[in-house]
């Protein structure tokens, strides 16, 4: 199908449509990483880690839809441990010994944002300055590299977009439409990604939130790969029903603040 019966066909904007929405969705993750992570340097480099970042995940998209043929290969079984889990509703393992190389990027890519969130809790906790990174003497959390932070993103980056390209080909053939969602879904990241990070950093529970929530994704992603599938609707409606109380918290906060200020001011 042409560009032009592409256009005129209402059933390829219908799953453009619904692809940008599940790409906006599957992107959240991606965007808070990056983030958290860009929040960490120097703030002269943060806008910029931002932008590469997100351009790096539009790349390896687009790149990965050229190579859509070798992307469906990943989901053909590499090997089987051949283990015997306890039995399922028919009889068979309650999870999947066979893996393939979608499963073992799912599980690398968990295991390493169980790893950071980790991290960078240890150092919500108690800051200190380890290999890569450098202390900030004014706020007292530890700084990264510039370096080391990309290639942390690029690693997350490939890891999303993997699963972001998987579910695009579960939506529709057409390769054109895969590439406008991308492009549209990354452009609206690249919007959103410098208010998000300044109002992460302008209040610091919502970076233990944050990190929470990574945690949270670190696991359903080593989950997937074990063949245990979480719905997605189930992991956001626990993130958006936490940001609505943490909501709640801050309006509490920012009104018992304005009394006191209120308060000093009328003595």
């Not at 015997?84 to 968990?110: K, N, Y």
């Not at 942390?152 to 529709?172: K, N, P």
């Not at 390769?175 to 992460?200: C, D, E, K, Q, S």
């Not at 529970?205 to 979480?230: E, K, N, P, S, Y």
Request: aromatic share 6%; charged share 15%; net charge negative.
């Amino acid at each position: 199908m042409d560009i032009i019966a592409l256009l005129s066909d209402p059933s390829a904007w219908a799953a453009l449509v619904t692809l940008v929405v599940l790409e906006i969705v599957l992107g959240i993750d991606n965007l808070v990483f990056i983030a958290i992570l860009s929040n960490k340097l120097p703030e002269h480099q943060q806008a910029k880690a931002r932008r590469i970042g997100l351009m790096l995940a539009l790349v390896m998209r687009i790149a990965l839809l050229m190579l859509i043929g070798w992307i469906v290969t990943l989901q053909t079984p590499l090997f089987d441990l051949g283990i015997s889990g306890a039995p399922g509703e028919h009889g068979q393992p309650s999870f999947e010994t066979a893996f393939s190389g979608r499963d073992l990027i799912l599980v690398a890519g968990g295991l390493f944002l169980l790893w950071k969130a980790t991290k960078e809790i240890h150092h919500s906790m108690d800051p200190e300055g380890e290999s890569g990174e450098l202390l900030d003497q004014d706020k007292g959390v530890a700084q990264m590299a510039f370096g080391a932070a990309i290639a942390q993103i690029i690693a997350l980056d490939l890891v999303f977009s993997i699963d972001s390209i998987l579910t695009a080909v579960g939506m529709t053939d057409h390769v054109p439409i895969m590439v406008t969602a991308v492009i549209i879904t990354v452009g609206l990241m690249l919007v959103a990604a410098n208010p998000l990070a300044r109002f992460i950093e302008k209040n610091p529970t919502l970076v233990m939130l944050a990190l929470a929530f990574l945690v949270m994704i670190g696991l359903v992603l080593i989950a997937d790969g074990f063949g245990f599938h979480v719905p997605k609707g189930y992991v956001y409606a626990a993130m958006g029903f936490s940001v609505a109380v943490e909501g709640l918290n801050m309006i509490k906060r920012n009104a018992r603040t304005q009394r006191v200020s209120n308060g000093r001011a009328a003595e």
